[in-house]
């Protein structure tokens, strides 16, 4: 199933949202003024039966639910614990989790290899979900002075923890200071392993293990976390069942994510985004849009992560088909949504996100200390998915140039179910791609190979070029792994959006639809594909180098042959490339 359609199942759990609860056509949709997440200190013991008082009702937080008499010992038990970088990673990380309910004197036990111990109070942050009315509890203790490329050890707690006694624990290590070797992992389009949700898979619990099996430093997660807008009756529980299953690997390593299209989510933020940006604690992008693109520096390399849902022309995000309105539950007070209505943020931050990256890569480039830039976002500005969405003349447009001009080396996507790399590609050529319905030419901005064969050492050098990846081989229920062909010439073919698909009439009276990419392209700058499976993971290495010599990144890919047809934890090697430059110092 193509990325962001609705699938019957989508539809039914639709009906049953409907079913469940009594319409309320007369209120009237109000978009909210704003989606600053709502962080707050976490309510100390006393100050929760002080605010308990007679009735046996208790505010949990201004505009969220209430909760009745039974909630008078709610269950703040730690789950879904997941860590991130602060915004240094050589001496500070996130711990965050959430519990079914709130959660009195939440809290973090920081043990230091050195002996060292400290108690870190956490923050809480909650939300009300949009659509179904359930609120979500979350907390995040910031953990800061801690000693670089050192292990440390913690545990999770809370007053009503009901494992109080044995509360969660685990363990993580700080990023090294200076220039030293560390691996990091790679792949988006996670789903949970929880086959009631639409396109989740036992195959996400495999893709867990996965990371846990190479160990790395940290993990980026290239956005389309868990498909929640997909279950819209039930999206808070999806979020659930993807953080429980995470927590097996983002509590020892830090999980740094970013935002994909299914990550939008009707009447949950002004760009849908409330159910990601108050589970996720990420470094400070120092604009009002604080958590949809970041960045932070590990060693040499400098990463940076986006949210292209600001750019691209892809319709893909939260989308209601039809013929029946989706129904919020009565108790959100939001009205039903027209079918047709989709949730289109593209220009949503004015240009900031851009002009912010503009801004961190120039500040790169003048840093001797940096001799990586690494990117990672959710959409592809070039992937040749045929039964996948295509690649997205809204990012080349944007952010292409700038990768070209700034020396990006490496940029990781997901969205597409499969793996792809490109060759070193910069500049592009102009008039190159073919509308599909018309056949008349069209300017994708076709990207332009600089290299099309590995240089005499076997390595490519990304100062004359970026290597895009397509890294979506998470553990959908849904891989994409079928590549276009160029019918005239068999080379490899690329469809491409060159403008928006919003929804349009369908064939089913009253249900809308969205078309696929307008356009197509040879893919001259696809280097490699992976027709045998969907699924797997990218691990790479650095080796920083010795001053005056070259710095080196291994890209090693491991795929999961047979897991379209039967889930697996198999994973073996399909590929290895290696970058390599010169340091700048
Ligand atoms: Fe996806
Ligand atoms: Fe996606």
Known sequence: MPDGTVSPATNRARREMKNGVESNDSSR?????????????????????????????????????????????????????????????????????????????????????????????????????????????????????????????????????????????ASFHTAPRGRAPFRWTSFGDLATPNTVWVLSSPQSRFAVEAVEQFQPLFHLLNGDLCYANLNPAAQPAVWRDFGNNNQTSAAFRPWMPCLGN?????????????????????????????????????????????????????????????????VPAASTGNAPIAPGTSFYIRGYSGGEQTQWLERTLREARDNDDVDWIVVQMHQDALSSSKTGNGSDK????????????????????????????????????????RDVSTGAAVDTLQPKPAATSVARDGSFDTSHGTIHLILGGGGTSAPLDVYGIDSDNQSPQAKVFTKPNRPVPGTTAGAFVRQPADAVEDAIWSARRDPSTGYGIAVFDLDPGQPGKKTRITVSYYHAPGADQIPTANYELLETIVLAKHRRD
């Open 394 to 433: 809204g990012i080349r447009e944007a952010w292409l140039p700038l990768f070209e001009r700034y020396g990006v080396d490496l940029v990781l996507c997901g969205h597409d179910h499969d793996y792809e790399r490109s060759w070193p590609v910069k500049g592009c050529n102009h008039n190159s791609g």
């Open 262 to 326: 299914h990550e939008v989510e009707f009447n949950n933020g002004t760009q849908g985004f409330t159910s990601y940006l108050t589970r996720y604690w990420l470094p400070e992008n120092g604009s009002r849009f604080r958590g949809r693109w970041y960045s932070f520096r590990v060693s040499s390399v400098l990463f940076i992560s986006l949210d292209a849902d600001d750019v691209i022309y892809q319709d893909g995000a939260a989308f209601v088909a039809g013929p029946s309105p989706l």
């Open 29 to 169: 949709y109000v978009p909210p003024e704003h989606d600053d997440v709502e962080t707050q200190p976490a309510v100390s013991r006393r100050d929760f039966f002080k605010r308990l008082g007679a009735s046996g009702l208790v505010a949990i937080a201004p505009g969220a639910a209430t909760l009745n008499a039974e909630a008078a010992s709610p269950d703040g038990t730690p789950e879904q614990v997941h860590l991130t970088w602060g915004e240094e990673p050589a001496s500070s990380v996130v711990v965050s989790w959430a519990s079914v309910a709130q959660a009195t004197n939440p809290r973090v036990h920081l043990r230091s290899s050195s002996g060292h111990q400290r108690t870190v109070h956490a923050l809480q942050r909650t939300y009300t979900d949009g659509l179904n009315g359930e609120t979500v509890f979350t907390y995040h203790a910031p953990l800061h002075g801690l000693k670089p490329g050192t292990q440390h050890e913690y545990s999770v707690t809370a007053d009503n923890d009901s494992n109080a006694a044995t509360p969660f624990s």
